[in-house]
């Protein structure tokens, strides 16, 4: 069975300053998607990013990047120019790509609390 | 709708009470998943469906929980003979067929029981 490892329960940074937060995770497979959401207070899960395994480039949106390492098994966010609204939980998330059907659920992590300080 | 929508937000229950927790999905979202999220723990996959059936209920804990969803839309989940450690957020998320891009997540229902 697939396993998502978040190792840093909580993390800080101030104010335009940049952040990284590891996962790791364990599969056999080799065609899956890995995701980024980011829980605000509000509960709402929000995708911030997503990598598909058989692309080599790290995927860039905006501020947020991902350090993509397939043999490692390693899915790293960074975080770049860190706003106070970027405080939230973040959640690595895992997603096999066998047979490309919804029904393969999101395996997640337990999550990293990031604080934003000014 | 515009986006997923669960009810009610908040609940809180007498421990040995049946709630029933609403999730209305995204107009045209095929699949739908439930998931739980305990104090300090990451997300726990419950159930998921695809139109009206569901093909991996293997995530609900125990026989007190339940789930259906009608008219491939609105979904209900239901627990019976509550328990305190039933408390938790429950999310509910839906996607197209092809979930590649990731789910689309309500705000949850806090269940509260005491």
């Known amino acids: 069975a697939q396993t998502v490892t978040q190792s840093q329960p909580e993390m800080s940074v101030q104010e335009a300053e940049t952040v990284t937060l590891s996962c790791t995770y364990d599969?056999?497979?080799?065609?899956?998607?890995l995701f980024w959401y980011k829980q605000p207070p509000s509960r709402q899960m929000i995708l911030v990013i997503r990598?598909?395994?058989?692309?080599?480039q790290n995927a860039t949106e905006n501020r947020f990047s991902v350090n993509f390492q397939k043999a490692a098994k390693s899915f790293s966010l960074k975080i770049s120019d860190s706003q106070l609204g970027d405080a939230a939980m973040y959640f690595c998330?895992?997603?096999?790509?066998?047979?490309?059907?919804?029904?393969?659920?999101?395996?997640f992590g337990k999550g990293t609390t990031l604080s934003v300080s000014s | 709708g515009a986006g997923v929508s669960q009810s009610p937000s908040n609940k809180v229950t007498e421990k040995g009470k049946d709630v029933e927790l609403r999730c209305d999905p995204i107009?045209?979202?095929?699949?739908l998943y439930w998931y739980r999220q305990s104090l300090g723990q990451g997300l726990e996959f419950l159930i998921y469906?695809?139109?009206?059936?569901?093909?991996?209920k293997s995530g609900l804990p125990s026989d007190r929980f339940s789930a259906e969803r009608t008219g491939g839309s609105v979904s209900t989940l239901t627990i019976q003979r509550t328990q305190q450690e039933d408390s938790a957020v429950y999310l509910c998320a839906s996607s197209i067929r092809q979930a590649n891009y990731g789910y689309t997540f309500g705000s949850g229902t806090r269940l509260t029981v005491v």
């Open positions: 998330a895992y997603r096999s790509g066998i047979g490309n059907q919804a029904g393969t659920a999101l395996i």
């Open positions: 599969t056999s497979e080799s065609d899956y998607y």
């Open positions: 107009s045209g979202h095929t699949a």
């Open positions: 990598q598909e395994a058989y692309k080599q």
């Open positions: 469906f695809q139109g009206n059936s569901a093909p991996d």
